[in-house]
């Protein structure tokens, strides 16, 4: 069974670094890109950005470029997103999502389970 | 950036009766690469449709997914209890690599 499991909720002040986790596994995890989605309270979702564990190449999007690090360590199975300096407009659920691409089509078909950052002073 | 705008924004609706959700580009997006989500509060969310028109697997056939170019849309033929949620379309291309639409409600009228 394909299963993304994410680390747990945190909180954190303004300012301060913070690293995430996505744990992969039920398939070979550097065979899938895993992306970053955020999803503010009550609103949609956005995509940040996105790894190949194969060789920790990442694109982001330009909303989230230079504000954010995506890494992945392929030993482990796990895709990780860091912030150096948390704002309290960071404050969001962020969603990790395995990338299925067949060369036509693709899509994000396993999601985790959400983590839920919370920046505040 | 290819902007995805969804339509409406909210749909009331009783069990039973049909959905019909909008998405509309802000520029030609290839089918391939036009997806449908759901999500319920609380949750991640779900991959419905991919390929504009393709039902994931263990996606019942009361959803379906149609439309090519700038149109798409996703239609509920009749909806079950557990199908009000927030819908969202996605596409690929451009930078932003992938980008979602502002997401429907579909509310229990």
């Known amino acids: 069974e394909v299963q993304l499991v994410q680390s747990g909720a945190e909180v954190k002040k303004p300012g301060e670094s913070l690293r995430i986790s996505c744990k992969g596994s039920?398939?070979?995890?550097?065979?899938?890109?895993i992306s970053w989605v955020r999803q503010m309270p009550g609103k949609g979702l956005e995509w940040m950005g996105r790894?190949?564990?194969?060789?920790?190449?990442?694109n982001y999007s330009p909303s989230f470029q230079g504000h954010v690090t995506i890494s992945a360590d392929k030993s482990i199975s796990t895709a990780y997103l860091q912030w150096s300096s948390l704002k309290a407009s960071d404050t969001a659920m962020y969603y990790c999502?395995?990338?299925?691409?067949?060369?036509?089509?693709?899509?994000?078909?396993?999601w985790g389970q959400g983590t839920l950052v919370t920046v505040s002073s | 950036e290819i902007v995805l705008t969804q339509s409406p924004g909210t749909l009331s609706l009783s069990p039973g009766e049909r959905a019909t959700l909008s998405c509309r580009a802000s520029?030609?997006?290839?089918?391939?690469?036009l997806a449908w989500y759901q999500q319920k509060p609380g949750q991640a969310p779900r991959l419905l449709i991919y390929?504009?028109?393709s039902r994931a697997t263990g996606i019942p056939d009361r959803f379906s997914g149609s439309g090519s170019g700038t149109d798409f849309t996703l239609a509920i033929s009749r909806l079950e209890p557990e199908d009000f949620a927030v819908y969202y379309c996605?596409?690929?291309?451009?930078?932003?690599?992938?980008?979602f639409g502002q997401g429907t409600k579909v509310e229990i009228k």
């Open positions: 996605q596409q690929y291309g451009g930078s932003p690599l992938w980008t």
């Open positions: 039920g398939y070979n995890f550097t065979n899938y890109w």
């Open positions: 390929g504009a028109s």
């Open positions: 520029q030609s997006v290839s089918s391939s690469y």
């Open positions: 999502a395995r990338l299925f691409w067949n060369g036509f089509q693709n899509y994000f078909d396993y």
């Open positions: 790894i190949d564990p194969s060789d920790s190449h990442t």
